[in-house]
């Protein structure tokens, strides 16, 4: 990780006043176990370039992170790539320059618009190179994105960037103290107020007319939570309608239409919501009137912590029974779910391989036996109103059937089983291609 | 002439007041060596061994002096009692012989020690001294320390009293001796009768029901010829033991019994008593028993019998079978040298019955561990094999499994002949099997065992046993704890993104690099130290097998698609998955991949060959880009190309700043040296990654052939399983050689060391050495399966683009791969645990908690670039 600053023009030689370091001696300073080295390449009257370096130890920087246990923790481009670990490391080097406060006789040359160019890199970010120039030009820089070689593929993810322009060098520094991490993929350390306290004092001056300013709060800051102390932050009215695309209003339909149906139940006050995810359906099951026991089974340890979340956030409102989240799975035989009102697969068996469900619906309806068991997924017909890019509705779908596969499954499933079937849709009615999603209900005859 | 039997192990209580002779009895005994002198305990002795003294007079003293001293008596007999019965019931415990000699006159003393004979199972024995009371007190004016008139007057009394009652206790004997008998008395001990020698071998037979048919046909497969009295004789002088029910249920139960009755009258063979055996025994002794459970089948036979040879014949055979049953035993222990070796039982056994004989002995050795009934009816059966801690193979019945079922070293071998199954014999000490398949479903009930297990063997396994923790019982490494901390990770995979559950019967374990890191500069890994680790635990000879540097696979191949619904439920040729459990390729090309494959395998005729349904191997997948294409992308070239653009960089500004006359050589030779650190980091990732298109450039190198469809390999050396991998080379192209060596000795080991230097210098990850044989044991421990080495080129990629700089590797070396070691052994038992489950037929809950426990395991946090 490096930058360099080259000064052309009459009096360039004030720079090293301007960044106090002497030309003729190569400095070399420990920080917090890393060395920050500084030497001039090129040092004339009408020319001068300094380079400023980071050389962290590699073996110290792996050490105490979460993710001690994953090799992309060890092989990893820290090292190398400037960031705010860079910045924060120069900043004491480079302080009497960011700062503005050189010996007095050169306090003039402070503000004083040199003819630069100021290099960094490597930079590794998911940003395109047109908008990384999209954050230089608005101030007054032409940029420069150059490659690194790869023998492997056609294009190097290593960047390089260049920029130029009339600069004083306390704004160069200031810009790029704020722009390297924000281009930056990664934060090395933990983000708190006295981020938003230097984004705000380096971004004086020049971030305010910027026209990605939001962006560079944003990426700056990260979370809500600082983006939202910071000077620069505006409160966006967003037209409304646009977080909510059909797919949302079609889980909200799905979800009423589910408690719709249960309610209609006369038997109803154990219900299993089977692969609740987050919890979502659990959490409107229990505010179902006569529901007293509420399972919500799900695999995943990630989205159990976010459904136990949900559960306990309406805890005080009335007429509410806690779901219980409890670890489990479909491909497995679990006791807890023997002999309940309602079993409900919301949206969940089109993530499973096809051959693999006609087990789990055997050990639902005859080890199970729920009296009432409910079953949602897409109806592939209706995808052609959608613009998609994909064939499926999401990735980790593994098919998608049309009603005609979905009856087909059902009857193959509950063959030699006390169970009748009744098929609906959910969602807005297509005459030739269907609802959006179908739902197939079992119920145990006699019961 | 009295004659007393003494059993091998139990209680002799001496009855009778002082003076009787119990001592000079007892040492009469001893003297003509027929009892041991430490097989006789007695009050006496243990008063003086925990007071010193061996008698207190109280006659004759003032009243204040003769209470305090009888009280010290009682206190001094109190302790020594508690002491004895300590001694006893050790004793008792190990199944030993033990005399007590004291007067035992109390009633209370009669129950304690009939209490202790059963609470260890072990025979009482009473052996009561009546002498008259005047010749009583004649023998006391004689002692050395005379008890007194009045004191033998009064015990004289309470003998009296005994004889009254001592009839009515559960002695297994009472010998009534007066002094003429006394006068010439004969003892004899008993042999015992559990025990027997494995002399030329003996042949267990597994539940024969009534099949005589195949118990024949199994007889003459195993080598016995039939003389010119019928007797089945072998050659070798083995001979045959039944493990029980050898009737009811099938076809011919009356023959089957005809057969051990005249066999083991003969010493020619041994039966054990099982449940159905004890039915009819019962019955042919005239108790109330209701038959069923195919028992009927045996009454129907002696009534057959009795039309065809008249009731007085009939009568005979049934004397001849009660008696047959009735004395059979509850169980057997064989003996190798006078070692215990094996256990023969029907239903089951508890280490501490072992050796002893009960009525609860027996009924659980009929009947096996039962924990009530079940919605049905039936018994639920408790796993009494968990606890089997002792060294004894316990060989049993009774329920029938669909093939002889190891588990925690007991072995069941009822393999169903009557339900359609197949009659298996256990030779030992050869520990071979032999085997009969039924002739037809003899007991064609509707809930047959063998079709129950099938039809359950794939049903969904309990999530409770696995939710909070459980622990696996492998052979190879006992009983391996599983945390819920790992189990639930594991669960989450499993539901998520792994093939279905009864797919994964393996999964590899992690392997440790070198247990300590080289010893040399500029190396942190060397052939040396994994030599060194083998040669230090007594391993002669090595295999070194070039790592290929791809990706882990499983490949489990069938025969033809409807052969795999067998055994996994599923119609496919095959598949083939990642060391997490997760589909190796895509579908389309794993479908085209293991359709090639299935071809090559089925024109070789492969599975014609080695009469097997499937073949399960472990192997490395190559090019590693076909799985880590993102992570060579993202991760490798990203960092590599990343380092050498800034040091490139760097390096011209700084070339800059020394021609301009900076002091900065320093610097210069700095990022050099990490520019050539850099290029090597480059060139080791892309040695690895070649473009591949459908099956071309794919390359698969089994390096473990785990499984056929009958049996595991693990007892095959890695010599073996490289000339296997060699076999399958030459049966398909997408199949590649492993080039090895073999390590025996100074020239081989430098020869092997050349040679990983040679192929780690050209940019390859290194060899794997292996002790030759699968498993290895020095001093009982389990030995690393495996030891990885790993080249300097390729660490690049592991510890860093600078690793070996001398201060950054001084600090590597200091790793531990303690853990890792750890759990490369529990990993590599669990693999091998699950292999033979799966091939032996078992549940899939069964193997699964293997699969399980593994991917628990790798959950677990371990430093990665070990």
């Keep these: 990780m490096q930058l360099s600053l080259t000064v052309r023009g009459s009096n360039a030689d004030v720079v090293s006043y301007l960044i106090a370091k002497n030309p003729n001696n190569p400095y070399e300073r420990d920080e917090k176990g890393f060395k920050v080295r500084l030497v001039y390449p090129k040092f004339s009257k009408e020319e001068i370039q300094f380079v400023i370096y980071v050389k962290p130890d590699p073996i110290d920087l792996v050490r105490n992170s979460s993710d001690l246990y994953d090799i992309t923790h060890y092989i990893n481009d820290r090292e190398f790539a400037v960031s705010s670990l860079f910045i924060t490391t120069i900043r004491k080097a480079l302080g009497t320059a960011l700062n503005g406060k050189p010996d007095e006789e050169y306090l003039e040359w402070v503000g004083h618009e040199f003819e630069i160019e100021l290099s960094f890199g490597p930079v590794a970010t998911d940003l395109s190179d047109k908008e990384i120039a999209d954050l230089f030009e608005p101030i007054g820089y032409r940029v420069e994105v150059e490659r690194g070689v790869s023998t492997i593929r056609e294009v190097s993810s290593a960047r390089y960037v260049t920029l130029s322009g009339r600069q004083s060098v306390q704004n160069a520094l200031k810009h790029i103290s704020i722009l390297i991490p924000v281009i930056d993929n990664y934060k090395h350390y933990f983000l708190d107020e006295r981020e938003v306290e230097k984004l705000d004092r380096y971004g004086e001056g020049w971030l305010e007319d910027h026209p990605l300013k939001q962006l560079i709060v944003k990426r700056a800051l990260r979370f809500n939570a600082l983006i939202s102390q910071s000077q620069f932050y505006e409160k966006k009215q967003r037209n409304s309608g646009y977080d909510e695309s059909p797919k949302v209003r079609l889980n909200d339909l799905r979800y009423e239409h589910i408690l719709n149906y249960i309610k209609t139940l006369p038997e109803k006050e154990t219900i299993v919501d089977l692969g609740a995810g987050e919890g979502r359906l659990s959490v409107q099951l229990g505010f179902l009137e006569g529901a007293k026991e509420i399972l919500s089974i799900e695999p995943s340890n990630k989205s159990r912590i976010r459904a136990i979340e949900r559960f306990q ?19 497995y035989f679990d006791s807890r779910l023997q002999n309940k009102d309602v079993i409900v697969l919301c949206e969940v068996i089109e993530h499973i391989e096809e051959d693999r469900l006609p087990k789990i619906f055997d050990t639902i309806l005859n080890d199970y036996c729920p009296k009432t068991l409910i079953v949602t997924t897409p109806n592939q017909e209706y995808n052609v109103l959608y613009e998609m890019d994909d064939e499926m509705r999401h990735d980790d779908h593994r098919f998608e059937w049309t009603r005609a596969q979905f009856v087909q499954n059902v009857e193959s499933w509950t063959e030699q089983t006390p169970y009748q079937v009744s098929i609906q849709g959910i969602g807005e009615e297509h005459e030739a291609y269907g609802h959006p999603t179908q739902m197939a209900i079992f119920r145990r005859e006699g019961e | ?317 049934k004397e001849q079978i009660k008696e047959l049953l009735l004395e059979a035993k509850s169980h057997y222990i064989i003996q190798k040298n006078g070692v215990n070796a094996v256990v023969a039982v029907h239903a089951g056994i508890k280490d501490h019955y072992i050796g002893k004989q009960s009525h609860q002995i027996s009924d659980f050795c009929r009947y096996g561990d039962s924990e009530g009934l079940d919605e049905y009816g039936k018994p639920i059966r408790k796993d009494w094999s968990i606890s089997h801690k002792s060294s004894e193979l316990i060989l049993w019945g009774h329920d029938p499994k669909p093939q002889p079922l190891l588990v925690n070293n007991t072995l069941n071998i009822d393999q169903g002949v009557v339900f359609g199954g197949s009659l298996t014999a256990y030779r030992y000490p050869e520990r071979q099997f032999v085997s009969v398949i039924a002739k037809q479903d003899y007991a064609n009930v509707p809930d047959n065992p063998l079709k129950e297990w099938e039809r359950k063997r794939l049903a969904p396994p309990n999530i409770m046993k696995f939710l909070d923790g459980y622990s696996v019982l492998t052979e190879q490494y006992g009983e391996i704890m599983i945390y819920d901390d790992g189990v639930k990770p594991a669960l989450d995979d499993l539901s998520h993104y792994t093939v279905p559950l009864e797919e994964i019967v393996y999964l590899p374990p992690t392997m440790s690099p ?301 790793r531990n791969a303690g853990k890792k070691q750890r759990n490369a052994l529990k990993e590599f038992s669990l693999g091998v645990e699950a292999v033979n489950r799966f091939v032996k037929r078992e549940s899939l809950e069964r193997v699964h908690e293997c699969v399980l426990g593994i991917l628990a395991l790798e959950a677990e946090p371990i430093d990665p670039r070990l």
């Design chain 2, 514 to 814: 070198t247990p300590k890191t080289s010893r040399l500069e500029g190396y942190l890994e060397h052939p040396m130290e994994a030599f060194d680790y083998y040669q230090a635990n007594g391993v002669e000879t090595m295999v070194v097998e070039k790592k290929h540097m791809g990706s882990r696979g499983i490949l489990f191949l069938f025969r033809n698609k409807d052969i795999a619904k067998e055994y996994i439920g599923r119609e496919t040729l095959g598949t083939i998955y990642t060391r997490t459990g997760r589909a190796f390729f895509q579908k389309e090309l794993q479908d085209q991949i293991v359709s090639v494959l299935n071809e090559d395998l089925v024109k070789s005729g492969y599975f014609e060959k080695y009469n097997t349904d499937f073949v399960l191997l472990d192997a490395e997948i190559l090019p590693w880009n076909l799985k880590a294409k993102d992570l060579i992308l993202n991760q490798y070239a990203h960092v590599g190309e990343t380092a050498l653009l800034d040091r490139k960089k760097l390096k011209d500004l700084l070339q800059q700043a020394f021609e301009s006359g900076r002091d900065v050589l320093n610097w210069i030779q700095e990022v050099d040296a990490g520019i050539e650190n850099a290029e090597v980091f480059n060139e080791v990732y892309q040695k690895y990654c070649w473009e591949t298109e459908g099956l071309n450039g794919i390359q698969i190198a089994p390096f473990h052939t785990l499984a056929h469809s009958s049996e595991t390999f693990f007892d095959k050396p890695h010599t073996w399983h490289m000339e296997k991998n060699k076999e399958f080379s030459e049966i398909s192209r997408l199949f590649l050689e492993t080039e090895y060596l073999i390590v025996q000795d100074e020239a081989s080991m430098k020869g092997a060391i050349d040679w990983w230097e040679e192929i780690t210098e050209d940019g390859h990850e290194g060899f794997v050495v292996k002790p030759v044989s699968y498993v290895t044991r020095h001093r009982g421990k389990l030995l690393q399966p495996a030891i990885k080495v790993r080249g300097r080129k390729y660490l690049h990629i592991i510890y860093g683009i600078d690793y070996l700089l001398p201060d950054n590797l001084s600090r590597l070396k200091k």
């Design chain 1, 313 to 331: 956030q309406v805890n005080t409102n009335e007429g509410y029974v806690e779901p219980q989240s409890l670890s489990g799975s479909l491909f």
């Design chain 2, 1 to 317: 002439m009295t004659t007393i039997h003494l059993p091998h192990g139990g209680i002799v209580l001496l009855v009778g007041p002082s003076n009787t002779g119990k001592t000079t009895l007892l040492n009469q005994l001893i003297q003509e060596e027929q009892i041991l002198a430490s097989e006789v305990v007695s009050s006496d002795q243990f008063r003086v061994l925990v007071s010193d003294i061996e008698f207190i007079s109280w006659n004759g003293r003032p009243k204040d002096e003769s209470e305090a001293l009888f009280q010290e008596y009682q206190q001094i007999s109190s302790a020594a009692f508690d002491a004895m019965d300590y001694v006893i019931s050790k004793r008792c415990q190990l199944n030993k012989l033990t005399f007590i000699d004291a007067t035992h006159l109390r009633e209370e003393e009669h129950d304690k020690y009939l209490e202790m004979g059963k609470k260890y199972h072990i025979p009482v024995i009473a052996m009561v001294l009546n002498i008259s009371e005047t010749e009583l007190l004649r023998r006391d004016m004689e002692r050395t320390f005379p008890r007194g008139r009045n004191r033998i007057k009064q015990q004289y009394q309470h003998f009296k009293n005994t004889l009254r009652f001592i009839k009515k206790k559960p002695y297994r004997r009472v010998y009534m001796l007066g002094e003429d008998e006394l006068q010439v008395l004969n003892v004899k001990r008993l042999e015992h009768p559990l025990y027997i020698d494995v002399e030329n071998g003996i042949d267990f037979i597994g539940d024969i029901h009534g099949c005589f048919e195949e118990f024949l046909e199994i007889l003459i497969k195993l080598g016995y010829k039939e003389d010119d009295e019928g007797y089945y004789i072998h050659p070798e002088g083995r001979k045959i033991l039944s493990l029980g029910d050898v009737l009811s249920r099938g076809p011919r139960s009356i023959q089957t019994l005809q057969f051990f009755h005249k066999h083991v009258t003969a010493g020619h063979a041994y039966m054990i008593d099982s449940n159905h055996g004890w039915k009819i025994a019962r019955w042919l002794d005239g108790k109330n028993v209701k038959l069923a459970h195919g028992d009927e089948n045996v009454a129907a036979e002696f009534e057959e019998y009795e039309q065809k040879y008249g009731s007085e014949a009939n009568q005979v055979l």
